[in-house]
């Protein structure tokens, strides 16, 4: 099994009979989302989507990232929430959050239209100067403000360095199969376009062309990262806890929930999963967080935050438990050498490895914060590798749609943040708004 989940250090707060009286609950779940009659059962096209994926489009994201590479310094990615936080999770993950500041033979990747900072995206238009590049917009409908504005910016910038012909060359649009003003815009000027797949809502859609363009252009085995969510797909079937650690993930959160925990904190020692993060609080936070129900996910990097917020955890309100996500193997020996002055008295650290005295001190953090009264779950990922990627993105998905199921919600919607744009919308001056515009001033005043 690719991924293990240990809850040795949730002593005191779900002991063996909580775990045989949600394991009804669990079954339910999962009945309901594999015989497709629950809530939001129309986009449930990234359950099965590892091993039925399209393959010709699929060879077409291999060639079209193979051009972008042959002919480009940089890439640009316009979008906002699920359209480029599975990309950039991975991006990161797989090579290094310096990515764009290492030596390599892959373009830079610039994410953006996922603010409305005038700063950032003259920043990233001045980072782009005298450089070859190419854009890849992502979004549904294409009307979306950020990256709508974002690809404005950009388009017409790429237009005035090569010109109309060339830019319609390095354009790529990923978008609706046959619907949208993104999509007629592709159509119209020839830009090589991709799906976003109907049955497959923005924040489940990092194994689509999606997700997988941007990480192809950076160098990442994308066949390999489907391969992981496939075994992913076969080991995380059954419903059984015990031999189902993503079930056992979820149905822990619920039972920390039904404690009184109402936050979960993502931790890892790896700066390199900063990104992982903001992809998987949007993941939970956007299924979840419906009806006065969910719990609040927020992320923390170790040691980095234990010397921040450490001191919380342990002893503050005790509303949050902690997941943390740590890797077996290292990604190189760099290690502690012996001084023989001692000038730091560290030598009691001689001969072992950086990897080593990270993954103790993050053991030893879960300790002392059960300790204190703050509960963990702790999942072990082998290698930080593409497989292992693809498995950690399909293992997170399914753990929260069986976790939105066991709380009785619809895990493929977002009402919440349809109401902020529609006030945006209006206060913006959209037409066939005018009325939410005139009592939404009222209501400032």
Known sequence: ???????????GFIDAE???NIQPRVTEAHEILHSRRGAGNEFLGWLSLPTDYDRHEFERIRAAAQRIRETSDALIVIGIGGSYLGARAAVEFLKTSFYNSIEKTTPDIYFVGNSLSAFDIQETLRLCSGKRISINVISKSGTTVEPGIAFR????????????????????????RSKGVL????????????VVPNNIGGRFSVLTAVGLLPIAVAGGDIDAIMAGA??????????????????????SRHLLMQKGRSVELLVSGEPRCVQ???????????????????????????TTDLHSIGQFIQQGTPLLFET????????????????????????YLSGKTIHDVNRIALLSALLSHMDGGTPSLLLTVPAATEDHLG?????????????????????????????????????????GFEARRRDLERRMR
């Open 276 to 302: 992982l993060g903001e992809w998987w609080k949007q993941l939970f936070a956007e299924s979840e967080g419906k009806n006065g129900k969910g719990l609040f996910p927020t992320t923390a990097i170790f």
């Open 1 to 11: 099994m690719a991924i293990s989940l240990e809850t040795q250090y949730t002593k």
């Open 230 to 251: 496939a075994t992913a797909m076969e080991e995380l079937h059954t419903p059984y806890l015990f031999q189902n650690p993503c079930y056992r993930y979820a149905a």
């Open 183 to 194: 999509k007629a815009l592709a159509d119209r000027e020839g830009y090589e376009s991709f």
């Open 391 to 431: 498995y950690l993105f399909y293992f997170f998905e399914k753990a929260c749609a069986i976790s939105a199921y066991m709380l009785g919600i619809n895990p493929f919607n977002q009402p919440g943040v349809e109401g902020y744009k529609r006030n945006m919308f209006a206060l913006l001056g959209r037409p």
């Open 153 to 176: 910016i950009f388009r017409d910038h790429l237009i005035r360095m090569v010109g109309p012909e060339e830019a319609r060359k390095r354009i790529y649009v990923t978008a609706d």
């Open 18 to 20: 909580d775990w045989e």
């Open 324 to 347: 943390a996500v740590m890797f077996d193997r290292p990604a190189n020996l760099l290690g502690v050498e012996f001084a023989a002055d001692n000038f730091d008295s560290l030598n």
